[in-house]
């Protein structure tokens, strides 16, 4: 069925990089836009980036905007985050998303990698 | 940015009562407006888009209405499943912005 699987989250020293990656499958992936999105232990949802669907656009939340920078390999289908100057805020689950629908409503996601940023 | 506010941050209700959950926007969103389930240890679900259209396979006694500024989601009869946190959506422009969840426990 439609999945969106993450992977490379882990427990990581502050100031250090970690790439997260998604891979997408049974949906044809290089249609749509892709999204990241993290939950802060307890708190809520907060979006971190966003790709077009031929990655020529990139938008990134303020937070992270400048450390962090979204990808993308539609033959692979799969999406990348990769995380750079780590901080104790960016501690976190990240989810991968995408909307099928209209206005953005993220209609699938995955099932989320947990970063841990701590020294 | 657009700035979602969830009212009331709990909802302490029994099965088979009505729930209504508010989101206000602080600007005009249209009715460009999703609502989402999340249970413990799971990916938040999609229940709402579009402020009143149902995702496939939500159930009926979901309802979503509104406009503008004002969006309100409705359980009609709650099921033991229902009790989990829920949170608006918009993305009438960037940055796309979550309110901050309003959670539905058994009283």
């Known amino acids: ?119 | 940015e657009i700035v979602l506010t969830q009212s009331p941050a709990t909802l302490s209700l029994s099965p088979g009562e009505r729930a209504t959950l508010s989101c206000r926007a602080s600007q005009s969103v249209s009715s460009y407006l999703a609502w989402y389930q999340q249970k413990p240890g799971q990916a938040p679900r999609l229940l709402i888009y579009d402020a009143s259209n149902r995702a496939t396979g939500i159930p009926a006694r979901f309802s979503g209405s509104g406009s503008g500024t004002d969006f309100t989601l409705t359980i009609s009869s709650l099921e033991p499943e229902d009790f989990a946190v829920y949170y608006c959506q918009q993305r009438t422009d960037w940055p796309l912005t979550f309110g901050g969840g309003t959670k539905v426990e058994i009283k």
């Open chain 1, 1 to 119: 069925q439609v999945q969106l699987v993450e992977s490379g989250g882990g427990v990581v020293q502050p100031g250090r990089s970690l790439r997260l990656s998604c891979a997408a499958s049974e949906f044809t992936f290089s249609n749509y836009g892709m999204l990241w999105v993290r939950q802060a232990p307890g708190k809520g949802l907060e979006w971190v980036a966003v790709i077009s669907n031929d990655g020529s656009k990139k938008y990134y939340a303020d937070s992270v905007k400048g450390r962090f920078t979204i990808s993308r390999d539609n033959s692979k289908n799969t999406l990348y985050l990769q995380m750079n100057s780590l901080r104790a805020e960016d501690t976190a689950v990240y989810y991968c998303a995408t909307s099928t629908l209209p206005h953005d409503a993220l209609d699938i996601w995955g099932q989320g990698t947990m970063v841990t940023v701590s020294s």
